[in-house]
């Protein structure tokens, strides 16, 4: 492709230069007669000239016409002699006279024209070499999908942990591209389409790789942003060439990444005036995928972690067919993610991965993967020989709050109500039934706005909460706020975000979960979805304001009990709420096993 390319330009400049050089040779006008200055002046003493140019060489003279009709005259030359009467002659004549500069054809031609030409020439063609030859504006509407061939993805199921359900549903598609003939002797149709839901970095990638690499065949990769462009039609026409590369290549699989970029519903009326640019792109991804046989073996791969926003046309039978939850790691699930990111690191005999499982509940595969980093540079920071326990704790503290600011200089008055603040999260979360561990407090700042943390650990997974838990749940978030206000009889800022968090809960259970016993098991929250979703960009709502009302004092309601309650708390255990304070005003930091030694030694 590039030797056609190349020699295609140079025939272009061949023929440039004939054409060039023909019309000079055939088309330009004829060279005016060369005399001698002597005929010159004859003339001009005959009244023969009628019009006269001065150079500083070359004199260049129009002598009259005999036909008065054509009034078209010949042209003489002659070479200029120092003559100073020479003006006066031509003025005494009556000859039409005017200076110039004698033409170069170095500088006119060479200089001016062909010379600027040739360096414009130049630049193009090196800029064409380096595009390469699929570059360019003939290129724009070329897939940009990357394309993997056999081992070349590097991944197998034996790099992706955590997902095992997800990688069971997904070997039936692996078997379609090893054995296809199995399935269509019987007259089965394996799914056009396969969709990948989950929350971010739960390995939705990794696994759609791993699917090529186990079936070892052609994968092309590419996200849903890179079909569209500032152009029109240019994310259609990268459709149709990304569904013909891939029926050249069949078997193989087409993976589209973060779906939601190009799949979003379509609505009759959008805010800002529509993005008929991507739906145009959407429509020719529906119109590829109904015309596309899976017979040979190309399967649509895609993942997304937003499918409540995606077009319902790409979701129905005989497109997008499947949908493969690739969900967050149990703790199992967790541990076999922390044995394949620490193959490569030198890992001290203490590391217990089951303890780590443990403490890093929520965590997706991606946050596991940052957590084992994180713990390698601190002990390379450190000067250790192997990755340690505390290595691992503080590289999930960082994870959780942030990084440390101990420099941060703060008065010891805003140190003690901290101090006490986080000490009442911990006091009620170690004093109500249902409330989660408390695994460590600390009063050193971190990240963005936390002037210190009170980190909880389930001992389970869980799936489901019961009221009882809400209840307890909230009465933690309230901990600290009713803590302030015990010790020092004022609040401050600290509990903003407890506030929110408290709120939030309490009217989940109100409005979504039916926990109200004035209001009954009614929910009257809808899914939520984004605006644009909505027609008209305004949402709806479907109960009366009577009905608001009463979920407004509901809400109050359920944070008001919870406040009292969390003040019995505080006053029943006043003298551990004082002695764990001052304990972390001198330590910064206390674990939860010498929390719960001191509640359990200290007498109420």
Not at 70 to 85: L, N, S
Request: proline residues 4%; charged residues 30%; aromatic residues 6%.
């Amino acid at each position: 492709m590039k030797d056609k390319l190349h020699f295609s330009v140079w025939y272009l400049v061949a023929a440039f230069l004939i054409m060039w050089a023909v019309s000079a040779l055939f088309f330009a006008p004829p060279p005016p007669k060369q005399i001698s200055y002597s005929e010159f002046k004859s003339l001009l003493k005959t009244n023969k000239i009628e019009e006269v140019v001065l150079g500083d060489k070359i004199i260049r003279g129009i002598l009259r016409s005999e036909d008065e009709k054509t009034r078209q005259g010949k042209e003489v030359t002659t070479v200029r002699v120092d003559d100073p009467k020479l003006i006066e002659e031509l003025e005494g004549h009556s000859v039409k006279f005017a200076g110039r500069f004698d033409e170069s054809w170095f500088k006119d031609f060479l200089l001016a024209w062909f010379l600027p030409m040739a360096i414009i020439f130049i630049i193009w063609m090196i800029a064409i070499k380096r595009m390469g030859p699929e570059s360019g504006i003939m290129a724009i509407g070329k897939s940009k999908a990357k394309i993997y061939i056999d081992k070349d993805t590097g991944v197998t199921f034996n790099d992706v942990a955590g997902c095992d359900e997800a990688k069971e549903e997904l070997k039936e598609i692996i078997d379609f591209l090893k054995t296809p003939q199995k399935y269509l002797d019987l007259g089965g149709k394996i799914p056009k389409g396969i969709l990948l839901v989950g929350p971010p970095g739960t390995g939705k990638t990794l696994l759609a790789k791993a699917v090529a690499g186990e079936a070892k065949t052609p994968f092309f990769a590419l996200s849903g942003s890179a079909f569209v462009e500032m152009f029109v039609g240019v994310g259609a026409s990268r459709v149709r060439d990304l569904f013909a590369q891939a029926q050249e290549k069949a078997p193989c699989i087409i993976f589209i990444d973060e779906l939601d970029a190009l799949g979003k519903a379509r609505i009759a009326a959008p805010i800002g005036g529509g993005h008929e640019e991507r739906e145009n792109t959407l429509n020719q991804l529906l119109a590829e995928m109904d015309g596309f046989d899976t017979q040979k073996g190309v399967i649509i791969m895609a993942a997304t972690n937003r499918p409540e926003i995606l077009d319902l046309a790409l979701l129905r039978p005989g497109r997008f067919d499947r949908q493969v939850l690739v969900d967050r790691p149990d703790i199992k699930g967790r541990e076999e993610i922390l044995k394949v990111h620490a193959k490569g690191v030198k890992l001290s005999e203490a590391i217990d991965l089951k303890v780590l499982a443990a403490r890093t509940p929520g965590f997706v595969g991606a946050d596991l993967a940052n957590v084992v980093n994180e713990a390698a540079l601190l002990a390379a920071r450190r000067d250790k020989k192997a990755v340690e326990m505390n290595d691992f704790e503080e590289a999930i503290n960082r994870s959780i709050a942030g990084l440390e600011k101990k420099r941060k200089v703060m008065s010891k008055k805003e140190q003690e109500i901290i101090a006490y603040h986080e000490t009442g999260h911990a006091l009620v979360a170690e004093s109500v039934p249902h409330a989660d561990k408390v695994h460590r407090i600390s009063i050193i700042p971190r990240g963005i706005a936390a002037l210190g943390y009170t980190l909880q650990l389930p001992t389970e997974d869980r799936y489901l909460m019961t009221k009882s838990e809400l209840l307890d749940k909230l009465a933690v978030f309230l901990g600290g706020r009713v803590a302030e206000e015990t010790v020092f009889n004022e609040i401050s800022t600290g509990a903003q975000n407890d506030l929110q968090r408290a709120t939030d809960i309490a009217r989940s259970m109100v409005k979504e979960y039916g926990m109200s016993e004035r209001l009954g098991p009614i929910a009257f929250e809808r899914d939520r979805r984004p605006l644009f979703l909505e027609l008209g960009g305004i949402p709806k709502s479907e109960f009366s304001e009577e009905t608001a009302k009463i979920i407004d004092e509901e809400v109050k309601k359920i944070i008001s009990e919870t406040y009292t309650r969390v003040k019995e708390i505080k006053k029943k255990k006043r003298d551990k709420l004082d002695i764990i304070a001052k304990l972390l005003l001198e330590k910064e930091v206390i674990e939860g096993d010498e929390l719960r030694k001191i509640i359990n030694s200290t007498p109420n």
